[in-house]
């Protein structure tokens, strides 16, 4: 039987004796036969390979990647083997890797080459790149998908576990939905892209694509650290944002409401689209139509907007120096730079921060948002004939979320009746990597579809592993910004913290709108008399992440301890009480909630 190179079957693999050399003489003996493939643009010498898979004697097996190969995206670096970027001229071969790519080495997994895509990461559609187009492995007429077509098409044809991609517009997950594949998009700043050649430097990540959602999150695990020397890097706690969790009982997810919910005339994929619904309402989900406008209005910034001069800016010389060295569409795409001056950028900043705020709002009702991972797919004939119009298509409802500072994890739904594979998106605020993961995993496991195009089943679900740090847990109360779909719930599950139940306070508590407050928070006061029952609930975390967030807590908030109704102790918010000059008594709608939901109520009956 042939070798499936997830994860799990991997490691069984190593436990019954098989050795990471024969793992990757049989990977070489696959790419060998398939001749004329234009997945790979650069190998690295099997010898080589060999060689450092030899060398793992020398990591514990336990190591998180220990044997695992994997791909690179060629606008990413490895040493030793040339970056590319799919332009022969910009060539150049670094002589350290990429952040990311050291760490995974460093957990033990084993680079085997890099791989091709739309040029300079340019494009949703895969066949933007002198080298050819790497071939979709479920049917050769169809696009594969881009930026990261060959990362992609390397991992779902059986090649490497894994594989590094970008994602700045959708390049982590349409191809992703082509291939039937997992595309983990972090959050902006969770993965180092030192060693990236950048697209948008202020949006870029990198990507990971896998065959399970499991082996994605490992990966992410061993990838997410604050990396001081990326000033796009941002502190949070990587350490335990992918710790396994379990999926939620209950939850509420956004589809795009009315005809904002785009298919381009594909049939096949608003059937696959309709299943996956109802499959999310199986696993506990109730589905809420909601306004798609504001993230529709942020998609349509990317390409006309100046952030497309990003782009420019990224290949200055070669777009002034050697425009004939680019691909035509890639060429065409980025000479728009020069339509946009500095006042056309600040006035496209400032409409993105009130779009950012409209989208902020979402989180109030829903707990995660999800969307077909595109809308359709084309075939390459297709394609040509309409180049940019298909690829800002299939955009459509990936263009807005490294804009919203969002995260974003693609998932297989299903096989169409046409045998080409289709996929949702699952999207979630910042740093909801792990609780997108959770979700996905439970969605992915229930399409019992095989893994990629190996045809290999998904293999069976393994018993979550302890949490890291102490075994000892904390309970606290949470009265405010907080609250589940509230801006700050963030704060506690990318600490795997676990909602316990909700309850109030005892009849001692009065509760307070705080001014000038971002986002909007409550103090809750104890007093001795004229008090109320304020509505709360309490999480559990463990101590160590506990220590992690109270860290965090910023001034005139405070960590006290609060008398609940049925009489116990519970940690919980409190509030310095020189922080309640010119804040209002809310006390009388017992809850921070409901004097939310009433202001709003306000507001639209003021419109």
């Not at 050697?322 to 035509?328: G, R, V």
């Not at 065409?332 to 709002?361: G, H, P, S």
């Not at 979630?428 to 579809?449: E, I």
Request: charged share 20%; glycine share 8%; proline share 7%.
């Amino acid at each position: 039987m042939t070798l499936s190179l997830d994860f799990a079957s991997l490691r069984a693999a190593y436990a019954s004796g098989r050795t990471p050399e024969e793992v990757i003489g049989e990977i070489y003996d696959r790419i060998a036969s398939r001749p004329g493939d234009r997945t790979w643009l650069h190998l690295v010498p099997r010898e080589q390979t060999l060689a450092a898979a030899a060398a793992l004697k020398s990591i514990p097996r336990d190591a998180p990647l220990w044997g695992i190969p994997f791909a690179i995206k060629d606008n990413i670096d490895l040493a030793g083997a040339p970056t590319t970027a799919a332009c022969p001229d910009f060539s150049y071969v670094p002589a350290e890797s990429a952040v990311i790519v050291a760490k995974l080495v460093a957990a033990g997994a084993l680079p085997i080459g890099k791989t091709n895509l739309d040029q300079f990461a340019t494009g949703l559609v895969g066949v933007r790149s002198p080298y050819g187009v790497p071939e979709n492995p479920f049917d050769k007429r169809y696009i594969p998908g881009g930026s990261s077509s060959g990362s992609a098409v390397s991992v779902a044809a059986g090649l490497v576990s894994f594989a590094l991609g970008t994602d700045t517009a959708g390049s982590g997950r349409v191809p992703a939905g082509f291939n039937n594949l997992v595309g983990l998009k972090p959050t902006k700043g969770l993965f180092s892209t030192r060693g990236l050649v950048p697209a948008c430097r202020t949006l870029d990540v990198i990507s990971i694509f896998a065959l399970t959602v499991e082996d994605a999150r490992i990966a992410g695990q061993v990838a997410a650290a604050f990396d001081a020397a990326d000033p796009y890097s941002r502190e949070a706690a990587a350490p335990t944002l992918f710790d396994r969790q379990e999926a939620p009982h209950t939850f509420r997810f956004g589809v795009p409401q009315g005809e904002a919910l785009a298919f381009f005339g594909d049939a096949s994929a608003k059937a696959v689209f309709a299943d996956a619904c109802a499959r999310l309402q199986k696993l506990g989900g109730i589905e809420v139509p909601f306004d798609f406008s504001a993230l529709n209005e942020t998609a349509a910034l990317l390409y006309d907007g100046p952030w497309v001069a990003e782009r420019y800016a990224a290949i200055e010389t070669y777009m002034r120096d050697k425009p004939e060295a680019l691909h035509p569409t890639t060429r065409a795409v980025i000479a728009n730079a020069t339509r946009f001056d500095a006042v056309a950028t600040f006035k496209a900043l400032y409409r993105l921060e009130a779009l950012k705020r409209r989208a902020a709002a979402l989180w109030r009702d829903l707990d995660v948002i999800a969307v077909p991972t595109s809308g359709t797919i084309f075939t390459l004939e297709q394609l040509a004939a309409e180049p940019v119009r298909h690829n800002t298509e299939l955009g459509y409802y990936t263009n807005f979320v490294n804009l919203l500072d969002m995260s974003a994890l693609a998932v297989p739904a299903a096989m169409r009746a046409d045998g080409l594979p289709s996929g949702i998106t699952l999207i979630g605020p910042a740093f909801a990597d792990g609780k997108l993961a959770a979700l996905g995993a439970a969605f992915h496991r229930d399409t019992g579809l095989p893994m990629g195009a190996t045809g290999v089943p998904q293999p069976a679900q393994e018993a979550a592993a302890p949490a890291k740090g102490s075994s000892e847990t904390v309970r606290l109360a949470v009265v405010g910004a907080h609250l589940t779909g509230m801006p700050l719930n963030f704060q506690l599950t990318q600490l795997n913290a676990k909602l316990v139940r909700s309850a109030t306070t005892a009849k001692h508590y009065r509760l307070y709108a705080l001014a000038n407050t971002t986002p909007p928070k409550p103090a809750l006061v104890r007093v001795d008399s004229t008090g109320e029952a304020i509505a709360l609930e309490i999480w559990e975390m463990s101590l160590t992440a506990f220590g992690s967030f109270v860290a965090e807590v910023p001034p005139p908030m405070a960590i006290g301890t609060l008398e609940l109704d049925d009489g116990t102790w519970c940690k919980g918010f409190v509030c310095e009480p020189g922080a309640l000059a010119g804040a209002d008594d809310i006390t009388a709608h017992r809850g921070w909630r409901a004097y939310r939901q009433h202001r709003d109520a306000q507001g639209t009956a003021q419109q």
